[in-house]
C-alpha cells in the first residue's frame, strides 16, 4: 500500500481558495488512482473527485463541479485539489486517498490520508 499525507487546509472566508496537496510514498504512484473525499460533522464521508493514474480522466461531485481542479503530478508523488469559490457548506475533513479505479466509493480506496480540516466561514 501507499502512505498519504495530507497538507494546505485551513480557515478561509466564503469565496475564497485553498490549494490541497497529498504527498504520497513510493515508486507506484502512476499505478495508483487517487481521489478526494469530505466529511462533515455528523455526515457520511463523501466523494469530491478523482483523478486516473495517468491524470487523464478526472471526476467530480456536482456540488464541486466547476469550482475545483484535481491534477497529479507524478514526478513529485502528490496530488492536489485546487478548491475555489469555497463556501460555507465546503467545510469539511479533508481525505486523500489512493486506489485501482478513481471511484466515488471509499471502498474502491486502499489507502487513506489522515485528513485535513478544511473550515469555510460566512
Known amino acids: 500500500q501507499v502512505q498519504l499525507v495530507e497538507s494546505g487546509g485551513g480557515l478561509v472566508q466564503a469565496g475564497g481558495s485553498l490549494r490541497l496537496s497529498c504527498a504520497a510514498s513510493?515508486?507506484?504512484?502512476?499505478?495508483?488512482?487517487m481521489g478526494w473525499f469530505r466529511q462533515a460533522p455528523g455526515k457520511e464521508r463523501e466523494f469530491v473527485s478523482g483523478v486516473s493514474g495517468s491524470g487523464a480522466n478526472t471526476y467530480y461531485a456536482d456540488s464541486v463541479k466547476g469550482r475545483f481542479t484535481i491534477s497529479r503530478d507524478g514526478a513529485k508523488n502528490t496530488v492536489y485539489l485546487q478548491m475555489n469559490s469555497l463556501k460555507p457548506e465546503d467545510t469539511a475533513v479533508y481525505y486523500c486517498a489512493a486506489g485501482l479505479v478513481a471511484g466515488g466509493k471509499d471502498y474502491q480506496y486502499t489507502s487513506w490520508g489522515q485528513g485535513t480540516q478544511v473550515t469555510v466561514s460566512s
Open positions: 513510493g515508486r507506484t504512484f502512476i499505478s495508483y488512482a
